[in-house]
């Protein structure tokens, strides 16, 4: 093999950018990995990979092609940064336009379907975080977002942009809620930010109502909730371009904000409002608004736990109704009712009622790692027991 296919790594420096990035050899690898899958690289199997990571930073091992500009685009370093250039006297330093250059290939190259894959995989999370909370996903998840931004980052012309955008969206702004629940506020504010970004982009109006809607409820957990009313308002505002389900969904939301400034008949009139929005197809998710569940059902929870927030006596029998009807798999749902139907019973000084839902919530809340509603379960176990 020829000086320009092998080329011998400098187990210092290639130690040292992995150690600052921050990345064990198993993260190196799974980059790597997820590098070659994105652009159809033939690569080593894993557990060669692990052989080959090892050898290399010992300098037991020539780094070959494609091995050694894979490394390259992963660390942003040039061949004399990484590798020996005197034992390879033959071998050209990639400069930053060659790696730009390998950058806009990558991403002329991502298809239809690739698109496709990223947005299984947002569902794939979805489905997870429904059903086992966001603890466990939210490094995941940040690879994924980052994986897709990285991709429309490089991509050129508007065709390939918008598709990708489009999937950036959702993505962020699942990671964002996410990251909410485990109490990451900033980097839930910055996913928002990302989600809205990338929305404006895929020209999508209805996915930036959503990522402002949900973006309100990170300013209310930080004690801003007439803000969070300012911004879901804001949302609200394109009018002729949201579709009724996401209407009923904002207005909801406005309603929950209403409460939470402490405005009963203002509450009310919104969750009145969102009840003539619910479209009456049963469907559980809008097919052009995958992020939004959405029922009757749900708005019956969703109504119980803001009136619930205004310390209306009648917030329990709407809990009830919504605690008996919901679906098993929503265990971070079920966290929340319980915790609407502590303070409920809270406002009608029905203790023991209350204790009993706490300590339901308390065990979904642990399952699910749900900081959030850790939080919550706390404020109200105090005013249980003060």
């Not at 198993?26 to 159809?40: D, H, M, N």
């Not at 598709?163 to 109490?183: F, K, Q, R």
């Not at 009608?348 to 939080?375: C, P, V």
Request: hydrophobic share 45%.
């Amino acid at each position: 093999m020829d000086a320009q296919a092998r080329i011998v790594a400098m187990p210092e420096s290639l130690r040292a950018a992995r150690a600052a990035k921050g990345w064990s050899q198993s993260r190196l690898i799974y980059e790597i990995e997820l590098y070659a899958r994105q652009r159809v690289i033939g690569i080593a199997t894993t557990p060669s990979l692990k052989v080959y990571v090892s050898e290399w930073e010992n300098g037991h091992r020539a780094v070959s092609a494609p091995y050694a500009g894979i490394l390259r685009v992963l660390f942003g370093m040039t061949d004399a940064e990484l590798f020996d250039q005197q034992s390879t006297p033959g071998l050209q330093v990639v400069d930053g336009y060659a790696e730009f250059a390998t950058r806009i290939d990558g991403a002329r190259s991502v298809s239809r379907s690739a698109v496709e894959a990223f947005l299984s995989q947002t569902e794939a999370f979805r489905t997870i975080d429904r059903q086992m909370g966001a603890a466990r996903l939210v490094d995941s998840m940040d690879q994924h977002v980052t994986t897709i931004s990285d991709a429309l980052a490089f991509a050129v012309l508007p065709e390939a942009r918008r598709p990708l955008a489009e999937a950036l969206c959702g993505a962020a702004t699942l990671a964002a809620w996410e990251a909410l629940d485990v109490g990451a506020a900033p980097r839930a504010w910055r996913g928002y930010e990302l989600a809205k970004q990338a929305a404006r982009e895929a020209e999508q109006p209805r996915y930036l109502a959503h990522a402002m809607g949900e973006q309100a409820y990170v300013l209310a957990d930080a004690g801003q909730p007439a803000l969070g009313l300012q911004l879901v308002e804001a949302a609200l505002e394109t009018r002729s371009k949201v579709p009724p389900r996401l209407r009923a969904w904002l207005l909801s939301a406005l309603a929950e904000m209403h409460a939470l400034n402490g405005d009963t008949s203002a509450c009310r009139r919104a969750l009145d409002q969102a009840a003539r929005f619910v479209p009456a197809d049963k469907v559980l998710r809008d097919p052009d608004m995958p992020s939004i569940f959405l029922t009757d059902e749900h708005l019956t929870r969703w109504r119980g736990h803001s009136l619930a927030l205004v310390g209306d006596e009648q917030a329990v029998s709407e809990l009830c109704d919504g605690l008996a009807r919901i679906d098993g798999t929503f265990a971070r749902a079920q966290a929340g009712l319980h915790c609407d139907l502590a303070q409920a019973h809270l406002t009608r000084q029905e203790f023991s009622d209350a204790a009993e839902h706490l300590r339901s919530a308390r065990q979904l809340a642990n399952r699910t790692g749900s900081i959030r509603y850790k939080r919550r379960a706390d404020d109200l176990t105090y005013r249980l027991t003060s």
